[in-house]
């Protein structure tokens, strides 16, 4: 069984740090590309960042570029979100996925690329 599970969201301060990560089990997670969405209230879903198997390319969206850095450690099969500067409208409920068209050739990366979801993990930014 394929399972996403991601943790570290909370809240904090504008201008602080979280890390993310998310807890890949059930297949091979070298063998795919990862993605980051987020979805705030009343809004759709965002793409946000997304890395390839072997994490030596990454890609972000304008809104997190030069403040949010993707990761991955496949030994340990996680992939990871290292947040900085954050500010009020990064507040979200944040999804790892799994990119089953793959690899990543265009971004934003569209959601009928993605075969599994974690259940999110939320992040308030608020003074």
């Known amino acids: 069984e394929v399972l996403l599970v991601e943790s570290g969201g909370g809240m904090v301060q504008p201008g602080g740090s979280l890390r993310l990560s998310c807890a890949a089990s059930?297949?091979?997670?070298?063998?795919?590309?990862m993605c980051w969405v987020r979805q705030a209230p009343g809004k759709g879903r965002e793409w946000i960042s997304g890395?390839?198997?072997?994490?030596?390319?990454?890609y972000y969206a304008d809104s997190v570029k030069d403040r949010f850095t993707i990761s991955r450690d496949n030994a340990k099969n996680t992939l990871y979100l290292q947040m900085d500067s954050l500010k009020p409208e990064d507040t979200a409920l944040y999804h790892c996925?799994?990119?089953?068209?793959?690899?990543?050739?265009?971004?934003?990366?569209?959601?009928?690329?993605?075969?599994?979801w974690g259940q999110g993990t939320q992040v308030t930014v608020s003074s």
């Open positions: 996925a799994r990119v089953d068209r793959g690899p990543i050739t265009t971004i934003p990366v569209t959601d009928d690329a993605y075969g599994y």
């Open positions: 059930g297949f091979a997670f070298s063998s795919y590309d």
């Open positions: 890395i390839n198997g072997g994490g030596d390319s990454t």
